[in-house]
């Protein structure tokens, strides 16, 4: 079983930066696409960016696109977002996730994964 923890949300002001982690464990991360997805109050969870097994191949939502950048670190088995710019709408529960047959662009637009993390808050606010 992979196990999947998030960790660096915390409150920003509007023009801020953050930088995610996921965490994997129980399985080899290797052998997973991984995505960023979140969910604001009252909304559907969305996908943000996803990356492929090796890091060759990345997919980023219109509204995070030239803000935020995914990379991943298989020896260390994980997978940053990097988060620039950051706008109140960015607010929401980020949450990590891993697949290992979805195509990426597939993955993070119908929020499909077979494994996902318990989430970060992600407050952007003056």
């Known amino acids: 079983q992979l196990q999947l923890v998030e960790s660096g949300g915390e409150v920003v002001q509007p023009g801020g930066s953050l930088r995610l982690s996921c965490a994997a464990s129980?399985?080899?991360?290797?052998?997973?696409?991984i995505g960023w997805f979140r969910q604001a109050p009252g909304k559907e969870r969305e996908g943000v960016s996803c990356i492929d097994t090796n890091g060759d191949s990345t997919y980023y939502a219109e509204s995070v696109k030239g803000r935020f950048t995914i990379s991943r670190d298989n020896a260390k088995d994980t997978v940053t977002l990097q988060m620039n710019s950051l706008k109140s709408e960015d607010t929401a529960v980020y949450y990590c996730?891993?697949?290992?047959?979805?195509?990426?662009?597939?993955?993070?637009?119908?929020?499909?994964?077979?494994?996902w993390g318990q989430g970060t808050q992600v407050t952007v606010s003056q």
């Open positions: 129980g399985l080899e991360m290797d052998y997973y696409a």
């Open positions: 996730a891993a697949d290992s047959g979805t195509e990426i662009q597939t993955m993070c637009r119908r929020a499909w994964a077979d494994w």
